[in-house]
């Protein structure tokens, strides 16, 4: 890994970039920013860097057309989205597309510096590791995802993430065992409510 990482920051709120470059220059990374996706693309050109850290909803060129524009580039820099609005179908279009990780508006310096040191170092191996003449898709990022997902509480966000691998790897039997599971919890909780209802809208009326 570069004893000094370089970032590259593309956020279209100018004080979000602030307190972003803020709280990594802290830790000792040099970065840049740019407001826009256009701005953004001629930055990366002009000087590569080792991390951008990409906000997904902006004007112009939305964080999912600027990676895909990066990628179209031949460019293989890894890219963590960051939105306060993301989606399941966002989620799984940009892991598509080799983003790293995914952040979630608002969050704090120490919870970003932290992730920002766990993709450095999660591509730094990947990078050391022989290459591969028919790599095979291990969905190994999406797996980690819905597991932050359910860690989290956000079942449909895991619900989505899950079916999504097993729809590219249908034989992993991680993705179909956490798929179990949690609709097994779903449909315990579900039969759990029943009784409530009833005790609320007595004969079943309102069901």
Request: proline fraction near 8%.
């Amino acid at each position: 890994m570069p004893k000094h990482p370089r970032i590259l920051i593309v956020d279209d709120e100018p004080n979000v970039r602030l307190m972003l470059r803020t709280a990594l220059a802290t830790a000792g990374y040099p970065t840049a920013v740019a407001p826009d996706g256009e701005t953004a693309l001629g930055m990366i050109q002009a000087e590569p860097c080792d991390l951008i850290i990409l906000d997904l909803r902006m004007p112009g060129l939305n964080g999912l057309q600027t990676l895909s524009r990066i990628r179209e580039l031949g460019i293989d820099v890894p890219v963590m989205m960051l939105t306060a609005h993301g989606s399941i179908p966002d989620t799984v279009a940009v892991m598509r597309l080799g983003a790293l990780d995914f952040l979630s508006k608002p969050i704090t310096p120490a919870e970003l510096r932290v992730r920002v040191a766990e993709v450095l170092e999660r591509q730094h191996a990947v990078n050391r590791r022989p290459i591969k003449t028919t790599p095979a898709p291990s969905f190994g990022f999406e797996l980690e995802m819905a597991r932050r997902a359910l860690n989290r509480g956000k079942n449909e966000e895991a619900e989505g993430l899950l079916r999504a691998v097993l729809a590219g790897s249908p034989g992993s039997r991680e993705a179909k065992d956490l798929l179990d599971r949690l609709l097994a919890r779903k449909e315990r909780e579900a039969r759990g409510a029943f009784p409530l209802l009833r005790e609320w809208f007595p004969g079943g009326q309102a069901l």
